[in-house]
């Protein structure tokens, strides 16, 4: 299957950040709403919003500092590692990966002790422990969504749309601490990410509030897993989890998705069903696959879905060889109902056909 380039043009003044890396080499979540393109850069705290202004084309690149927006758990310059985003109800939903990280270390160095040590050492951001939701309105003299702290609501003057986030502290927040007793997660939350650890990306949104949330990690057996979530709003403003319906544990439905050993990159909602982009949990090079699960958002209960339930629908092309590591697609938007488009973490030079552009990839979804 051949897929369609689009070209994302990004402003050179925003496109950096105080590393020197580009917004562009670490994209890992991507949603479109009407014109827009909301991207997230996985080593940056803020969310970048394209226009389509081309047949293939997406520029006007604008940046929204999320510091503005909400009370981060920790300081601006701390990453987010922002895994996925969904909207819904004039919300913008974002989630960060909530997980650990490990040093890596440098064969190069002549210090090999020093370097070894590096291994042992594993860290927190606690800027990751990020689940909320931000006002999403269109301004319809402009003809593109803006996000707000607070805004009125477009059709009930009754109501007013603010900014919130899930009740948490620096070191945890209130996903991680019901999962802390979990018999199949408890184990992995002391675990970095890239070790099979715990580790969310990928977020869709459903009918009544419910957050589909995917997770990379761990994987169970060759099962990944899909926690279905209830985020509602307290007195004083903040997000608490409420209980979910016909689930084993009260505040969360687990959903195992027999993949092949794969986990999830990122989740989209398609009517009743979800599309998956899987691939490996571990940090290597390995097959990345888009699949439909039919009826996701009508599953009553916590269950367990067979390969034989889940249409698996293309394969996607990665790095291999001379560009090992490079061109893992991370990121997947529903252009209409019958075409996503997939960015990719670590592209090529081949999919930089300018400075401050990059070329994403378009495929029709199969019947």
């Known amino acids: 299957m051949r897929p369609q380039p689009y070209t994302l043009h ?53 940046s929204y500092q999320l510091d503005e927006l909400l009370d981060l758990p920790a300081d601006e310059t701390l990453e987010i590692d922002i895994e996925g ?14 997980s650990l990280k490990r040093k890596q270390p440098d064969p190069e160095d002549e210090d090999v002790e020093k370097q070894i040590e590096k291994l042992a050492k594993v860290k927190a951001d606690p800027n990751r422990y990020l689940l909320a939701r931000i006002p999403l309105l269109l301004n319809p003299e402009t003809g593109n969504y803006e996000l707000h702290k ?12 603010h900014a919130a986030q899930l009740h948490g502290s620096t070191s945890s927040n209130e996903l991680l601490d019901v999962l802390a007793d979990d018999p199949h997660l408890k184990p992995f939350l002391k675990i970095p990410g890239k070790d099979n650890g715990f580790d969310i990306e990928g977020l869709a949104v459903g009918e009544n509030g419910r957050l589909f949330v995917g997770l990379r990690g761990p994987v169970l057996r060759g099962w990944a897993v899909v926690l279905e979530l209830l985020p509602r709003e307290d007195k004083h403003g903040r997000l608490r989890l409420d209980k979910v319906p016909g689930s ?24 009743s069903d979800i599309l998956l982009l899987a691939g ?10 888009v699949y439909r699960w039919p009826d996701a958002l009508r599953l009553p209960q916590d269950s367990l879905i067979d390969e034989k339930q889940l249409h698996r629908l293309f394969d996607v092309p990665h ?11 991370e990121g997947m938007a529903l252009l209409d109902e019958t075409h996503i ?8 030079d081949q999919r930089k056909p300018a400075p401050h552009q990059v070329q994403a990839d378009a495929y029709r979804l199969p019947r």
């Open 319 to 329: 790095g291999a060889g001379p560009t090992a590591g490079q061109d893992r697609a």
């Open 248 to 271: 084993t544990q009260p505040y969360y439905k687990k959903h195992f998705l027999q993949l092949g050993g794969m986990g999830l990159r990122e989740l989209r909602q398609l009517g």
């Open 85 to 98: 985003m969904g909207e819904a109800g004039h919300y913008l939903w974002i989630i960060g990966s909530h």
């Open 10 to 62: 990004f402003n050179p003044k925003l496109s950096l950040n105080a590393a020197g890396k580009h917004v562009r080499d670490g994209l890992s979540t991507v949603l479109r709403t009407g014109d827009n393109l909301w991207l997230s850069c996985d080593e940056r705290t803020t969310i970048e919003r394209l226009r389509l202004t081309g047949p293939h084309e997406f520029g006007e690149h604008c």
């Open 341 to 348: 488009l997939l960015v990719f973490d670590s592209p090529t």
């Open 150 to 161: 607070q805004a009125p609501h477009p059709t009930d003057p009754t109501q007013t749309l």
């Open 280 to 289: 490996p949990t571990m940090d290597l090079d390995g097959t990345i696959a």
